[in-house]
């Protein structure tokens, strides 16, 4: 984790204790979580304390306290997502990669969220994967899109 | 854009907008709304311009990426003028074609038109479209109007004129005797209304006074706000100014959901647009009213569209509501008096000030006065924003509106208000969409969800869909939501497992009703309504679970089997190849089994079999 | 000078210091209104909800927490009505339900009037009533624990589950705690909760009888007495 950037992030917030969220998404976006390193850091510069810092990292769902995987797999749980069958794309998932949600697999590959609405109602069943949408989903063609992930290995999925 | 000092250059650049934007010639307008995001609007856009670029077009065409349109079933929707030529269902490769013979030969594409579903006709132009013919579109034709990263286009059709109106004519309590007038209901889900809430932060004491947009969109299933902030920003920000100057707020925040990043990209671009114009920071377009607006994003918490919650959460703090036994006028953001509405009853304002109250009070009911926007969603054929006047009946916007259900299944009930709301079966859709009356039937209309239901969806899996939505969300301080909505999620669970027994329905009657009554926030005291109102209105499902063992939607996986049927099995094995969880076993060519102990009834092997052979019962 | 507001509790006129809570003034007047988050001298937060009371005003009444409310004048307050009865009873019943092994949550259940628990019994050694985590914020500074996690996640822990240096080992936590005595017949073993319905409970009393405390997570790392 290199302390520069973490610098940068804090950098005119010093002291500022009501930036803690806003310097926790810069975190998270840089590094894919919140390492224990920079929230002792963020403590001491912004003056919020330790259990504070700590406490508002464990409570929004936005901010990870573990690395994630190297594809994050997003499936919306949303009203609408779910009268059109988003439980059991999202069991079946869980089933396929072997992780609850918020988890990764141990190849560190996928990490798997369940998101309670992301506003694409009209049509759902809707997962977003690498953040791009995949709409009008069904168990079948989620596992043929996780396979597809599979083959292409190390390439970028936003190319595929 | 440079900084305009005075009203007088504003309307000059207004005027020398607008006629600019009539003399322009071919316009092709694409709708960049969320659920058109979804199904692939951004590769059409950029085949588009990429064509356009091709044939040498791209100075004389004109392409304005709007908003949300609203008919999001449609999508990608684009319409050309002129000609009002309405294509959708558009994918990247129809753009050449459009192109060269809609552009060029000026020749209508059949196939790329909108069929009416009554007459089975193809419809030519976007005015004759009944899913919109049939609304009242006050927001969402701005949206239509309007490029979403454009401070220019919302300057040319009336954009800052109410601010203007304002800055010259009113005085701060001329504006909120004009919006208690209107008769204007905060449109986030409280009802509360717009003017005495600003009176009372007008009164309360103090210099340092906030504004609030509450863009925390939680309801699962609502996306209005969304479409409006995304969309339309520039008008979001013109109600925070009018409401600033009517308080004497000189700062204000657009929380927004951390789940809607375009929405925060697009708020952020506006702030920057009207502090480059002078229409944010000091001495704005000349007078001596200083304002400015921070936007700040959401951690992922539903709560935190609760106001007290917010309020912490922009304090840099965790989102647990306080009580409110002392308002937010008087003591919000950081204890001072805040003024805290949502994204779509700010919208509102600049049109109220600009048309005057009776154009917004002449709309509607006694109680509720106006246009509201409804995310129409789930089995219903024309899923979309629709936007009505309030005192529109159910019944208009599921089947006039919305093409009834999808699949030509009977719509059975709909949920309104999201999580806080309730379900109303098909004897109370002639009820108005009006805030008293759907309060009255054990529902709301929240921020304006409205999610429909048909014979295969099973009311008590949606009771327990929610309490299992609302018990992740929850902050979990106090202990009737923490424990209290834990226990109903215990029991209804146990009824869709078939462990139900009948005594338990009354203590869910009686737990909802204690959770109501003593839970310390909104969240909290909601919580219970999907429950109840599926009590009141669908106990014979709850009773068919705990008396029959069976789930007469078919949904509930303990009590539904997956079966195969051995005469039309074929014994090809693709269905045991799919299963993700090695439920299905049979030798090739011979009737396959499914074990229930392993199945997850996800039904994908009913996709796979050819034969029809599998039932899920 | 302080200034004194005139209120009524249950019919009876009272006067009291302007900003204190009902709660502290209807206790000091000897009207018990059951409480367990509350305590003399630290913030209230209106966690626990036993403390609920009816205000009435322009003829409607209003269920609101006493911790949380501050007296004013011509304030009606009522504490005992039948309905504020049976909301407590629901909020007792489901504290015994989650907790019951700690004499105070068994004895505010006797006193709520729960005769009966109609859900399964949970046997969690927390009823998260954050009077550990107040205490350690407000009378020390030290904030060493704190509410971490949400909703059913909630719970007390140290930043990063390790107890920080800060940490004096003070034990004013454990001696608020409602969790350190047991009901007066012993600890129950998962599977064996009941509603002791027994007498009452000091909360404030530390006995140092064997056995009687629930042995928590928290003070697996605490270096705590009783875990010795």
Known sequence: ?????????????????????????????????VPQESMITISRELGVPLIEVYRVASFYKAFSLVPRGEHVITVCMGTACHVRGAAP???????????????TTSDGLFTLECVNCLGACALGPVVVLDGVYYDHMTPRKLSRLIDSVRKAGNEDTRDA | MHELAAIEELEDLRTSLAAARDRAGTTITVCGGPGCQASGCAAVIDALRAELHREDLADTVHVRITGCHGFCEQGPIMVIEPGNIFYCHLQPSDVPEIVSSTLFDGE???????????????????????????????LLAL?????????????????????????????????????????????????????????????????????????????????????????????????????AWAIGARQGYIYVRNEYPLAVTHARAAVEQARECGLLGDSILGSEFCFDVDVARGGGAFVCGESTALMASLEGKVGEPRPKDVHTVEEGLWNKPTALNNVETWANVPLIVRNGAAWFSDKGTKGSKGTKIFALTGRVKNTGLVEVAMGTPLRTILFDIGGGGSDGAAIKAVQ????????????KFDLPVDFDALAEAGSMVGSGGMVVMDERTCMVDVARYFLAFLQDESCGKCVPCRVGIDRMLEIVTDITEGRGRPEQLDLLQELGETIRETALCALGKTAPNPVLSTLQYFRDEYEAHISEGRCPAGVCRALIECVIDEEACIGCGACLRACPHGAIHGERKQPHTVDLDACRRCGICLDECSQGAIVLK | MEQYVTLTIDGATVRAPKGRSVLDVAVEYGICIPHLCHVPNLSDFGACRLCIVERVENGRSKVTTSCTLLVQDDMVIRTNTEKIRKLRL???ELLVAEAPNSRAVQDIAVRCGVTKVRYPFRNRNCTLCGRCVRVCAEMWGARAIGFVGRGKERHVDFPFGVRPDFCKECNSCIQLCPMTITPCDG??????????????????????????????DLGNGFNCARHA
């Not at chain 2, 209508?108 to 579109?137: H, N």
């Not at chain 2, 905060?186 to 509450?214: H, L, M, Q």
């Not at chain 2, 208000?417 to 079966?425: A, W």
């Open chain 2, 108 to 138: 209508v594409i059949e196939r790329l038109l909108y069929t009416d579903p009554a007459s089975g006709s193809k419809l030519q132009t976007e005015a004759e479209i009944p899913f919109y013919r049939l609304q009242d579109r006050t």
């Open chain 3, 90 to 92: 629901n909020i007792a």
């Open chain 2, 416 to 427: 309104t208000g999201g999580p806080s709301g309730g379900c109303l079966p098909v004897d």
């Open chain 2, 143 to 243: 949206n239509r109007q309007v490029d979403s990263s454009s401070i220019t286009d919302y300057i040319a059709v009336g954009g800052y004129s109410a601010l203007a109106k304002t800055l010259r004519e009113y005085g701060p309590e001329d504006v909120i005797r004009e919006i208690t007038r209107s008769g204007l209901r905060g449109r986030g889900g409280g009802g509360f209304p717009t003017g005495r809430k600003w009176a009372s932060c007008r009164a309360a004491a103090g210099d340092e006074k906030y504004v609030i947009c509450n863009a925390d969109e939680g309801d699962p299933g609502a996306y209005m706000d969304r479409a409006i902030l995304e969309g339309n920003p520039h008008l979001v920000l013109e109600g925070m100014l009018i409401g």
């Open chain 1, 1 to 33: 984790m290199s302390a520069k950037t973490l610098d940068a992030i804090i950098e005119g917030r010093r002291s500022q204790p009501q930036q803690l969220i806003e310097v926790l998404h810069d975190v998270q976006d840089t590094w894919g979580y």
């Open chain 3, 187 to 216: 600890p129950m073993a998962a599977g064996e909760e009941r509603l002791c319905g027994k007498c009452e409970a000091q909360l404030m009393v530390t006995e140092k009888i064997p056995d009687t405390c629930v042995l928590c």
């Open chain 1, 89 to 103: 794309i999202a069991e079946q998932v869980a089933g396929l990669l072997g992780v609850e949600p918020g988890g």
